[in-house]
């Protein structure tokens, strides 16, 4: 799994549901990881890729991230997938072997491992916890903020942006060809989705916030939220500050939190704004840079979101995928700036919904952003609609379902049903 607060705590959220099942639960990752697997309940950790990802080390890897946004972002992330592939690809076989695992969960997002699986014949399915990928160019590709259309030149553009996403990570494509090619295994790379389960690809986002697509492959399934509350504890927050009044809950995620414009103008917001808001910083210390803070602005490293997501009537993000959800599940219109990476395709759905509005967080002015919180605040549809999307976002129901169709996949594998996710 990538070494991601939002993706590992996908990750271990699936995993404790497999355990529930009554499966012996193993976890593979890097070394920065085993303190957090190790509070876990019935879990082992093996450790994999130390030469390359020493402990204490993905904190500086990914520090450049932090203030990056747009395309150079999305290339950097691609940079450091490659490198991480890299790495999975020398050292898997190892960890598989070690830990004696017959069967996978996959981060889809981080490559290499589905490879290193089909060389030893150890069947797996796919957890996207980012947005999923279209290979088709019927819909844009999860990098851009464009909206479903059909039409040939929207399809047309479609393809163009997936071959510009193609192009930068064709090295890393070549490295796993050259693996499989090695361990003797044929695979059709004339299907975009070869390395993809045939079992079963899960992924986050409802149907129902998603672009219709009938080019989707049939494993693909959208189980809708599955990240578990954070334990976190968040006494120390400032409780006793909250009015009563209009809440907005402004984050930007805990990667890239070091665009300190942001933060800027998220406190001139509040200064002409007459509701109250609160802004955590994931962690950074922006605060500490910040201009003085106003009134009605509670300002902080961290939250408890969930809580105060419950009080909230608007929500401004950079467009994480569990951010948004939990913000839905509450009912909780959105408006989003997105960053990089797949941040721009889950703004576009946010818009396509019409659960909130959008402008990329390069292009945001303070009159932009007023007018935007404005729109959402005063148009009712856009709560309704947030209202509505919550019947699709039950988080344990979500949970169950995706522990039942891993279970299913998996017990295939003996009793040789041909389609185990029907």
């Given at each position: 799994?990538?070494?991601?607060y939002?993706?590992v705590s ?24 085993q ?16 030469e ?8 500086s ?27 999975v ?17 996959i981060?889809?997002s ?18 996207s ?19 479903p ?10 393809r163009?942006g997936?071959?510009r ?16 090619t090695?361990a003797?295994?044929?695979?059709n790379w004339?299907d975009p989705?070869a ?18 697509n ?27 500050l ?23 103008m ?5 200064r ?26 509670i300002?902080v ?11 909230a ?7 994480g995928?569990?951010t948004?959800l ?23 759905r ?14 945001i ?11 959402v605040?005063?148009?009712p ?19 169950a ?21 029907k």
């Amino acid at each position: 799994m990538l070494p991601l607060y939002s993706h590992v705590s996908v990750l271990l959220s699936v995993a404790r549901q497999m355990h529930l099942l009554g499966h012996e639960v193993i976890v593979l990752g890097l070394c920065d990881l085993q303190a957090r697997v190790t509070q876990e309940e019935g879990m082992l950790f093996f450790p994999m890729c130390e030469e390359e990802y020493p402990p204490g080390s993905i904190a500086s890897i990914f520090a450049p991230l932090r203030s990056m946004s747009g395309q150079a972002g999305t290339e950097f992330s691609i940079d450091l997938l490659s490198d991480l592939c890299k790495a999975v690809l020398r050292d898997g076989p190892r960890v598989l072997r070690q830990s004696r695992a017959q069967a996978l969960v996959i981060d889809f997002s981080a490559k290499g491992m589905e490879a290193v699986a089909l060389s030893m014949g150890i069947p797996y399915v796919q957890v996207s916890n980012a947005l999923h990928s279209d290979y088709s160019g019927y819909t844009p590709f999860w990098s851009y903020d464009w909206p479903p259309d059909t039409t040939k030149e929207a399809i047309e553009r479609n393809r163009s942006g997936l071959y510009r996403f193609a192009q930068k990570a064709a090295p890393m494509q070549a490295m796993i060809k050259h693996f499989l090619t090695d361990a003797g295994v044929t695979v059709n790379w004339n299907d975009p989705h070869a390395l993809t389960s045939r079992l079963a690809w899960l992924t986050q986002l409802p149907s129902e916030l998603d672009f219709p697509n009938p080019y989707w492959p049939e494993q693909l399934i959208h189980v809708g939220p599955l990240c578990e509350p954070s334990a976190t504890d968040h006494a120390d927050f400032p409780w006793h500050l909250l009015t009563g009044e209009p809440l907005i809950y402004v984050s930007f995620g805990t990667l890239q939190n070091g665009l300190l414009p942001l933060y800027q103008m998220i406190v001139q917001l509040a200064r002409a704004k007459t509701c109250q808001i609160v802004l955590t910083t994931g962690g950074s210390a922006q605060q500490d840079k910040s201009e003085d803070v106003p009134g009605n602005l509670i300002l902080v490293k961290s939250a408890p979101q969930l809580e105060l997501l419950q009080r909230a009537r608007l929500c401004i993000t950079h467009g994480g995928v569990n951010t948004v959800l939990e913000a839905l599940q509450y009912g909780v219109p959105l408006v989003v700036l997105p960053i990089t990476n797949d941040q721009p395709g889950v703004a576009a759905r946010v818009a396509h919904a019409e659960v909130g509005v959008f402008c990329r967080a390069e292009e945001i002015t303070l009159p932009v952003l007023s007018r935007l919180v404005d729109e959402v605040l005063n148009n009712p549809k856009y709560r309704m609609n947030a209202i509505l999307m919550q019947t699709a976002l039950d988080r344990k129901q979500s949970l169950a379902h995706a522990g039942r169709i891993i279970d299913r996949a998996f017990a295939s594998i003996s009793t040789g049903i041909a389609n185990p996710i029907k």
